[in-house]
């Protein structure tokens, strides 16, 4: 079991990466507040000692994670680097394929968006956004959904995605000539908000939204926006659809001290190095978890969370996994099998 004393940190498994990232904000072992350090050109390397971190602890922690077959393990703690294990064939510098940890991504640049003011609320009708589409099943319920029930996975469309098998919503959406139109065209099965219902349409349908109100798909604002001012040079994110729509639900890859760096964008509140990329309220709302989510999860702006743990986490499908956890001290065992 590895514990980090006077720790903030975040976690990341990533694919088969693991990526563990901690603390600048809270205290050191001698109860000292960190300075800032921004990792935008490179990240700092030290020795785990120096940071407070045992390294016969962490040698333990890198033979735990192999066992479960990942491809990584980074950990940074005060901003720097105190481990980075590659288990073979997974070498360095390698991109990795982050799957819905992709959603959290297409969320972060809805953040800036607001923050931004090319999209004037969260509180925004969905249909009115999209008022050009031809939807043949516009009913007051419909009208009621909003961006914010999308990211929050309560936009009340009937939706199916569980075996991935051809006739499911989502294999559907993407045999589709308009995905987005599809996406809103789907019968309303709850009022919106009213239900935690997990639903790939909805980021996808956020995505297309970054089209309209930046003139640019989800990658190339990232990279002017988000990617750029991070020092995030790895990411490649698949091909855009017929109306020129990048994949909001997955396909996004990082290499994984760019994944770190997303992260720790996270951690540090929305802030990187003296400019605030994201409100630090859009981060406060995915470590709250407003709703009511599976599995004893809660979830918000689409981010997992364990507010009882003051967990939260970008997680895609085959163990990948951002986890922040601010002001703890942490235990972490069967979480890296993801």
């Known amino acids: 079991m590895l514990r980090l004393r006077h720790a903030t940190a975040v976690v990341f498994f990533t694919g088969f990466q693991c990526l563990v990232a901690s603390g600048l904000i809270a205290g050191t072992a001698d109860n000292q507040v960190q300075e800032a350090v921004w990792p935008t050109k490179a990240w700092p390397v030290s020795t785990p000692e120096e940071q407070g971190m045992q390294s016969g602890t962490l040698a333990r922690l890198v033979e735990t994670v192999g066992g479960y077959k990942q491809d990584s393990l980074l950990i940074v703690r005060h901003g720097k680097i105190v481990l980075d294990a590659y288990y073979a064939p997974y070498q360095p510098n390698i991109t990795h394929d982050l799957r819905s940890v992709t959603k959290s991504v297409v969320s972060t640049l809805t953040a800036i968006e607001i923050k931004q003011g090319l999209l004037d609320s969260v509180d925004h009708p969905i249909m009115d956004l999209f008022a050009d589409k031809q939807i043949p099943n516009i009913d007051e319920a419909k009208k009621a959904m909003t961006v914010q029930h999308l990211l929050d996975m309560t936009s009340g469309l009937e939706w199916q995605e569980k075996s991935y098998t051809p006739d499911e919503t989502l294999m559907r959406m993407y045999q589709a000539p308009d995905r987005t139109a599809f996406v809103l ?21 956020l995505s297309a939204l970054i089209n309209r109100k930046t003139g640019q798909n989800a990658l190339d604002f ?35 001290h760019d994944m770190a760096r997303f992260g720790y964008l996270y951690l540090r509140n929305g802030m990187w190095d003296g400019k605030q990329i994201i409100p630090a309220s859009w981060v406060d709302r995915a470590r709250e978890g407003r709703v009511k989510a599976t599995f004893g999860f809660r979830y918000a702006n689409l981010w997992w969370s364990l507010p009882e743990k003051d967990a939260y986490m970008a997680r895609g499908r085959h163990s990948q996994l951002i986890l922040v956890l601010p002001k703890l001290d942490i235990g972490h065992d069967r979480h890296f099998a993801g």
């Not at 789907?186 to 996808?204: L, T, V």
């Not at 988000?226 to 996004?252: K, M």
């Open 185 to 205: 065209s789907q019968p309303m099965s709850d009022a919106p908000g009213a239900k935690f219902y997990y639903n790939s349409g909805n980021p996808y349908v």
């Open 222 to 256: 990232a990279e002017k926006e988000l990617f750029g001012p991070l020092g995030i040079t790895s990411a490649r994110w698949g091909r855009a659809d017929a109306q020129g729509v990048i994949d909001g639900e997955a396909g996004l890859s990082l290499a994984p």
